[in-house]
């Protein structure tokens, strides 16, 4: 399916502002409408990846399912492509000359303490479920960033850096599911109602709907030891290898990754980091204080510190693990699954990424995925790919002349480790806006892709839903 299938309207259509008048008087109060050269039209299709830039035909920034329904209905009636989009943290194929919803305005969030679930509106970012969560004692199977949207993340499969070992992806922990169709009706989805539709919604991503509100389950939790330790870059070897002869004997209490990190030379950055080259191993332990320094005490004697901030962390303090940035940037990702991470794949990693690095890379990082990441759910999903000891991610932040060069040297890195790679990745972790139907179908085995496929041919017949993260008909 292509964009050029679907007709455009263009901001001088005299039938298009007509028809975006009608829209706008079926939407509810907290709806707008915007078109190109509206004021509001810009800050309505920005997200946080800007990478791509959607210039939509219309944007339907939604406050309500019944809202996106009215959206995806006036799509239809003009054979319009639809793109969502909530945060942009994983941007899809730019929406140019059709609808884009905004989902960004649907940020309710209840908690219900007793049966331990939170259900959530499409537009809600994981602080405000960490934060309201936390209020009685409780945690989800967020991500390292406050501010990725949870119906994306948990969409794509959701791999929590510090609830994964114990508790398994997000999509694995997902009650239920509100959508809007092709044909423009709201549903609730769930094991019962539409088995096969809530498998493939939990970790097939995008492309069979336009999802309205999440429901999913929540775990006892209100503190943890973990946090990050900076080392110089010099040291990158010994505390890779540190770090990879340690893992193997910690619990699945303790999730852990590893990145090779180029800090900025300003902005909110400590003093000590500015302008280097560290590695940056994040640690979270659900034990004590006192087994966790035990456990780390490898690690910590692989080479002297710049700075250790681990220690023992209320949860919703958790995104000082990662310290992942959170204002919007150009960001530029690959990754792959790695079958194993030899002492000879962490040297040739070292040489490529750090000696002699060609391009400087941001962000090389190595995520260890252990325990209930590599078991089967208790409800089967669409989460693919669970038998990978290791996830490799790469991102950089780079501007528009120098992407080529840092895409390149991506698969350059790839390629250095091509011995240890398996061919695939994780939904989540799907290159932003590459619509390429190979590299889609990595996520998948063969049969999952196939029962994908044949899922969004049946409730999105005519292709109405982006397939930047969908799979392909």
Excluded: C
Aim: hydrophobic share 45%; net charge negative.
């Amino acid at each position: 399916m292509t964009i050029s299938r679907f007709h455009t309207l263009t901001s001088h259509d005299t039938v298009a502002t007509a028809a975006t008048t009608v829209l706008a008087a079926r939407l509810s109060e907290g709806g707008a409408v915007f078109l190109p050269g509206d004021e509001g039209y810009d800050t309505a299709r920005s997200g946080y990846n800007v990478t791509v830039q959607h210039r939509p035909a219309v944007i339907v920034a939604a406050a309500t399912a019944a809202d996106v329904a009215v959206a995806v209905r006036f799509a239809n009636d003009h054979d319009l492509r639809v793109v969502v989009q909530a945060t942009g943290h994983g941007p899809a194929a730019a929406a140019d000359g059709g609808v884009l919803i905004s989902t960004a305005r649907m940020t309710d969030v209840t908690v219900d303490p007793q049966g331990r679930t939170a259900r959530v509106g499409a537009g809600v970012r994981w602080q405000q479920v960490i934060d309201a969560a936390a209020e009685h004692g409780l945690a989800a199977a967020n991500g390292s960033s406050p501010t990725v949207g949870v119906v994306g993340y948990t969409l794509g499969g959701g791999l929590s850096p510090v609830l994964g070992r114990t508790r398994g992806y997000a999509a694995d922990n997902v009650v239920s599911i509100d959508l809007v169709t092709a044909d423009g009706v709201a549903r609730t989805v769930t094991a019962a109602s539409e088995p096969d539709l809530f498998w493939g919604l939990r970790g097939g991503k995008s492309g069979f709907g336009v999802v309205t509100a999440i429901e999913f389950r929540l775990f006892p939790l209100t503190q943890l030891y973990g946090g990050g330790i900076f080392f110089p870059g010099e040291r990158a070897g010994a505390v890779l290898h540190a770090w990879r002869a340690w893992i193997d004997s910690t619990p699945d209490e303790l999730s852990s990754s590893i990145a090779i990190l180029r800090m900025p030379p300003a902005g909110p950055v400590p003093e000590p980091l500015r302008g280097r080259l560290v590695v940056h191993v994040r640690v979270a332990y659900l034990g004590s204080a006192e087994d966790g320094a035990r456990l780390l005490a490898p690690v910590r004697a692989a080479a002297p510190a710049i700075i250790d901030a681990v220690g023992e962390l209320p949860y919703p303090a958790v995104a000082a693990i990662h310290s992942d940035p959170v204002d919007p940037l150009p960001v530029y990702e690959r990754s792959a699954l790695l079958s194993d991470l030899s002492p000879e794949a962490v040297d040739r990693l070292v040489d490529v990424a750090v000696d002699n690095a060609a391009v400087p890379v941001t962000l090389v990082e190595i995520r260890h995925l252990a325990g209930a990441l590599r078991r089967a759910p208790r409800e089967p999903n669409a989460v693919a790919n669970r038998d990978a000891p290791f996830l490799l991610f790469m991102a950089s932040v780079a501007a528009a002349d120098e992407a080529a060069a840092h895409t390149a040297y991506q698969e350059r890195i790839l390629s250095e480790l091509d011995n240890w790679t398996t061919g695939l990745t994780f939904g989540n972790f799907l290159t932003p806006g590459d619509g390429r139907v190979e590299h889609r179908a990595t996520a998948y085995p063969a049969d999952v892709h196939a029962r994908l496929v044949a899922l969004k041919r049946h409730w999105d017949p005519n292709g109405r839903f982006d397939l930047s993260g969908a799979p392909a008909h």
